[in-house]
Structure formats: C-alpha cells, structure tokens
C-alpha cells in the first residue's frame, strides 16, 4: 500500500505543489477546509472539512499512512498551522511550512497596520469613508460596528447573512485581479480606504499596487504568528525539500 503526502492546502501554492507532484506520479491528497461552495479542480484527490484539532489530524494521519506533511495553508490560518506542527511532531513525520513571503511597504504606500479585524474598524475613524473590504466572510462582522461607512465587499461566495449596515455592495469574483483592473475597480466605486490581510504573492497584490499609484490609505492586518517549522515560499523548493528529505522516494 502506498503512503500519501498530504497537503494542507487552500493557496495557489498548496495546488501548485500538487500539480508537480502528481506530474512525478507520487501519491498525495489536497486538503481543503471547505469553505468555498466551488472550489478550483485539483489534479488530486481532495479532501474536505477539518480534522478536530491537532489530536483528530494525528488520528487521520495514522489512519491514512500519510509520510509526510505540508502546511501550505494560507499565512492567516494560525491555529491550522499551529495543529500541523504539533501533529506532525508527535508522529515523528518529515513536515515542511510552503510559506509565501509577506507584501513589503514600498515608497508611496499609505499602510496603516492592525492586528485585527476590530482594530481596522478603529483605524478607519469615525468620518464616512468608502471602504473597500478585500478580507474573508469571517472577518466581516466587526464592520456591522462602523455602520457610518459606504463598504465595496469582495467575495468568492456570497457573504451570507449580509453584513448589517445601511450601506454595502457585493461582488462576486474568484483571482487573480491584476492592477490595472483593480485600478478601474477603485475609481469605479470611488473607494477612499482598502482594508485588506498582508496575504503576500503577485495574485491579489493589484489592489496595493492600485492603491499605492491612487494615493490610498490601506489599513493591513498584520501576520499572524505561526509555528517554527522548516519552510520555502514556492512550490518548487517545497518539491526539492521532499525529495532530499526522502519523502518521494517509493514505499
């Protein structure tokens, strides 16, 4: 019987590794948390849902004879993260973080970053602005707090309930969004603020571009801090480190 690599996935990243894999001909499972209705195809197996924290993953990881473990989850899923670590520790498993590096403050940036969702409300001060939300549904609701603001709310799923404040607009979209469309996007709605995660990579990173070459003040959510572990920032270097840690070798 074979043993799988699992992958941890939900980034460009995590489907990246997969698609090199699978063009090797190794045996690996994408999993997915679920969360979006329609996710992207996958060129393996997916799995979807969680595991019941670092205990209910070391019990699949046994079951499924995983041999070895990538965390290529978002930079903002900390507690995931934090499980894979502990569980991959516990086995004893090859376990590598596929981290990509964080967006860095060029000149003519207007950053202001916060920790969180309800300190962004904060920052945005209590003047009517027309706000661009480019976060996750589950960071929305500290938003129904400042219901002063206009909010332009971007989503891959519809954001249901809707969030409860006089006025926000929804568009429905899956990235990459370039910046030259990100551009037309901001000065279509006349946004005035951005707030958005420091997700890193070139897929979402338009609207800063954008923002930067408007003049727009973008309130960013800082990174959470996640696990030490060994890691890459490409899919590529992730294939390298499971070959020399001999994680692709046959069983």
Known sequence: MSSPILILGGTTEARELAALLAARGIEAVLSLAGRTANPVAMPVPVRLGGFGGAEGLVAHLREAGIRALVDATHPYAATMSRHAAEAAAMLGLPFLALRRGAWIRLPGD??????????????????????????????????????????????????????????????????????????????????????????GGGATYGKIAAARALGLRVVMLRRPELPEAPHVATAEGALAWLDHAGALRGV
């Open 110 to 199: 207007d950053w202001t970053e916060v920790t969180d969702a309800r300190r962004a409300v904060t920052a945005l001060g209590p003047s009517p602005r027309r706000v661009f939300l480019a976060l996750g549904r589950q960071e929305l609701a500290p938003f129904v707090a400042a219901p002063q603001h206009d909010y332009l709310i971007r989503s891959v799923d519809p954001v249901e309930p809707p969030l409860a404040v006089p006025r926000a607009r929804y568009i429905l979209a899956r990235g990459p969004f370039g910046e030259t469309a990100e551009r037309a996007m901001l000065e279509e709605h006349r946004i005035e603020a951005i707030v958005c995660k420091n997700s």
